[in-house]
């Protein structure tokens, strides 16, 4: 939790806005991982998610092939890594605004390194400075500021009410982004977009493909995947995300819509 | 100049301590060393006899189960994964569900072992969670990627240790189950035999 003042300082103009945009959802503490499924919008969430689906299928997925199959290993990661370097400075304004000053001075290190190649190969990694994402959807949770609700994005996928700000405010937080968007080079905008997206996808070619194959509910499955995957990244992999375990959890008889709540 | 030197100097301590910390608190616990040897082992075996080449599939399943079996223990995850609609089913329905559950994860994870390419694994610290529950930590290092954090969570009873979860980068496998099969048991009308009726549909090809 955070005060006030920090999070107003932090976003400045926006912080009215978004503030209450995040009152008016109900900012409940906490990221909750467990059988409350908070989805009140499944009905229209599974439409967009098979909406998604088709053109994934249709669009996205042999464009990711193709990008995967055709460009050389070295090529993708240099993409990879290029794409990493231009993301540094919202990852630093999140590494601050989450007090993360170890992290922030890495990715201020890691970017002078990597400056020496524009980029284009992962020197810090090399050294032992592996890359860190982060959002300010991120960034809100540790203030404190709970999912919401889970939500999915049409294009954008898996998200919730606090993601998909976050998502917004990254934006503003993204000098590169915002120089583009105000000299109309919309072309390189949505191109750097694009980029970003046939990389993402071309990873997660097998391990989705797998997900779809073995899950009996794609949609239940892939919604479990993005709320651990957050908390998880919320908290930066520190321990306790997981409480629930076989074996130790005995709430054979709980009502699942309530288990979480009693947990907090 | 200057500000570069002290940013740098911040940052050599804090990974210094963060390195130094967990290898010089080593002085566990019998029942975490028992755990992380248990764990140790687990992953040898897993690499020994899963990742050959030149086996059927077949066989790489009789030996994933024979492995889960022994090292996992089964029954309590699948209960877990089962949630509260444990409570509700007959006897005879919770026989069926273990045996499809059983007969799903080895469909769903034994063939991955074909694909296996030199990922080794390096075993950090173990953490005490609960007086019968360890929790392993692990990097898996997978040629020219980061390194992926697994926690492994071992029940410990007695000297004798079963595997409960895998976290893979804070996702637990165990707990993405039963989100699964709830969603399953909520949209087929809330009664365990819808679960059972989409379990035997997966798993037909593999029985």
């Known amino acids: 939790m955070i005060s006030n003042q920090k999070s107003n300082r932090a976003s400045g103009a926006l912080a ?90 890495e990715t201020l290190q890691r970017f002078a390194q990597n400056s020496m190649v524009v980029g284009l190969w992962d020197l810090a990694a090399e050294n032992g400075q592996h890359f860190h994402n982060e959002d300010f959807g991120q960034t809100l949770g540790v203030w404190g500021v709970g999912e919401m609700f889970y939500l999915v994005l049409p294009i954008f996928g898996p998200s919730n009410p606090r993601d998909g700000v976050g998502l917004l405010v990254d934006h503003f937080l993204d000098p590169l982004d915002l120089y583009l968007t105000n000299t109309h080079r919309t072309g390189l905008q949505l191109g750097r977009m694009a980029l970003d997206g046939v990389d993402t996808r ?28 957050r908390a998880d990244e919320i908290s930066n992999g520190k321990p306790g995300g997981v409480k629930m375990v076989p074996g130790l959890t005995l709430d054979d008889d709980q009502p699942t819509t309530q288990t979480s709540e009693n947990e907090e | 100049m200057f500000a570069r030197r002290f940013l740098l100097a911040v940052a050599s301590a804090l990974m210094v301590a963060n390195s130094a910390l967990p290898s010089r608190a080593s002085a566990q616990s019998p029942m975490q060393d028992g755990s992380r040897t248990f764990v ?46 444990w409570r509700e089913a007959t006897e005879q329905q919770r ?27 390096r075993l950090l610290d173990a953490r005490i969670d609960d007086p019968k529950l360890v929790t392993v930590m692990s990097e898996v290092f997978k040629p020219g990627q980061a390194p992926a954090r697994v926690d492994w969570r071992v029940m410990t009873d007695s000297g004798s240790y079963r595997v409960v979860d895998v976290v893979v980068e804070g996702i637990s496998m165990s707990l993405t189950q039963r989100n699964d099969f709830a969603a399953v048991i909520q949209r087929t009308g809330g009664a365990v035999e819808g679960l059972l009726v989409a379990l035997r549909d997966k798993t037909k090809q593999f029985e």
């Open chain 1, 16 to 105: 009215a806005v978004l503030g209450a945009v995040l009152v008016l959802a109900g900012c409940a503490g906490g990221e909750t991982a467990g059988d409350d499924i908070n989805d009140p919008l499944e009905v229209p969430n599974r439409l967009i998610f098979s909406v998604n689906d088709a053109l994934d299928n249709l669009v996205m997925k042999p464009v990711a092939h193709v990008y995967k199959e055709s460009l050389p290993d070295p090529v993708q990661t240099s993409v990879r890594s290029f794409l990493n370097y231009l993301r540094t400075p919202v990852i630093f304004a999140n590494d601050l605004m989450q007090g993360e000053w170890g992290r922030a001075i």
């Open chain 2, 95 to 121: 026989a069926e569900y273990l045996r499809l559950f059983e007969t799903m994860i080895v469909a769903t994870y034994a063939s991955r072992f074909g694909e296996y390419s030199g990922e080794t694994i």
């Open chain 1, 202 to 229: 071309a990873r997660f070619l097998k391990p989705l493909d797998e997900i779809e194959k073995t899950s009996l509910d794609y949609y239940a499955t892939i919604r479990s995947l993005y709320r651990q995957k």
């Open chain 2, 40 to 85: 140790e082992k687990l992953a040898d075996r897993a690499v020994a006899t899963l990742t050959i080449k030149d086996i059927t599939e077949q066989e790489r399943a009789r030996r994933f189960r024979a492995l889960l079996t022994e090292a996992f223990d089964v029954p309590a995850i699948a209960r877990f994964a089962l949630g509260r609609y």
